[in-house]
């Protein structure tokens, strides 16, 4: 059969992020395969994607099973024969200390964030070498490049996937059209939050400026026609990188007493492991419930004070 418009895999894609970039897509009349756990939501995403103006199948995919993201392939080629995008952006957050969590709820998360992104590069990059083509779109974190408390594990798996864009890059050096991208966000308004595992008992929320899943997902979905090696959204956040550069222990001791001030917030929360093991409910849709506890004016205003 042939395909509409691009042929794009997108893991994670039941909700948050994954489902606003698969619909993104889907309106530029792409045909799209959607990976994820959830099956009743993700069957949710591709009702979205047709609506839309695309075409959309879905296979059951835990990222952490080399199996699932080689039947995730398969499904596309079998399906249109051929790949032109895949967006590696399943992903997991653990909440906890480094030594606070048992280690395999760290160990969940490294294996979901960048195993399951070297697992679908694995799949992926074959069908683009025999096509000599395609696009690889690997969705980090400005925590790719910077540290931040309570979320160690989380950190620790976008640098790892920053270093899989890296080493995929000088390995496919020979192949002028095969283009691997990384794309690093900030904090993004989805159900991250409230999936995520939590060892703190406390309930964290997202740090201003907080981007919607729509913008970041339009930005996404524009990389196929040119693209990037890496991808900053908001664009600001290359200022904390620099900032970093030049003064890092002192940023480093301000970011703590802003997360302590603002991430990570008074109320209790069960603690739980989220859904590192198990997938979360089956609530289709792509933002999130909790709001910062400050704006971003005032956030900028009390780091001032506090240099």
């Known amino acids: 059969m042939a395909p509409r418009g691009r042929v794009v895999v997108v893991t994670g894609a039941s ?10 897509f889907a309106r530029q009349h792409s045909s799209l395969v959607l990976g994820a756990r959830r099956t009743e939501a993700l069957e949710d995403t591709a009702r979205s994607c047709r609506i839309a103006g695309g075409e959309a199948i879905t296979v059951a995919t835990d990222v952490t099973r080399e199996q699932d993201v080689i039947e995730l392939a398969a499904a596309a080629l079998d399906r249109w024969d051929r790949i032109d995008v895949w967006v590696n952006n399943a992903g997991v957050t653990l909440f906890a200390l480094l030594e606070q969590a048992p280690f395999a709820q760290h160990q ?11 697992l679908g590069a694995r ?68 159900p991250h939050f409230e999936a995520a595992g939590n060892r703190l008992g406390q309930v964290p929320r997202a740090m201003p400026p907080v981007s919607s899943p729509e913008r970041i997902a339009q930005a996404v979905a524009r990389l196929p026609d040119r693209p990037r090696r890496r991808l900053y959204l908001p664009r600001i956040a290359v200022l904390g ?24 917030s ?31 004016a005032r956030l900028l205003a009390w780091l001032a004070r506090r240099q």
Not at 15 to 24: K, Q
Not at 159 to 176: K, M, W
């Open 123 to 190: 799949a992926v990059l074959p069908v683009f070498r025999r096509q000599h083509r395609g696009v690889l779109i690997n969705v980090g974190s400005v925590l790719s490049e910077l540290g931040q408390a309570f979320a160690p594990s989380y950190v620790i798996s976008k640098f790892g996937v920053h270093g899989l864009s890296e080493a995929l890059r000088v390995e496919l050096a020979d192949e002028p059209d095969i283009h691997v991208c990384t794309v690093f966000p900030y904090a993004i308004d989805t």
């Open 15 to 24: 909700g948050g992020l994954g489902r606003a970039i698969a619909v993104e």
């Open 108 to 118: 969940r998360v490294i294996e979901t964030n960048l195993l399951g992104a070297m």
């Open 241 to 264: 990188l620099a900032a970093h550069a030049i003064i890092p222990r002192t940023l480093e001791r301000l970011v703590l007493d802003a997360l302590r001030a603002w991430h990570i």
């Open 266 to 296: 008074d109320q209790s929360e069960q603690v739980s492991p989220g859904n590192l093991f198990e997938p979360g409910p089956e609530t289709a849709g792509t933002r999130g419930h909790r709001p910062p506890q400050v704006s971003t």
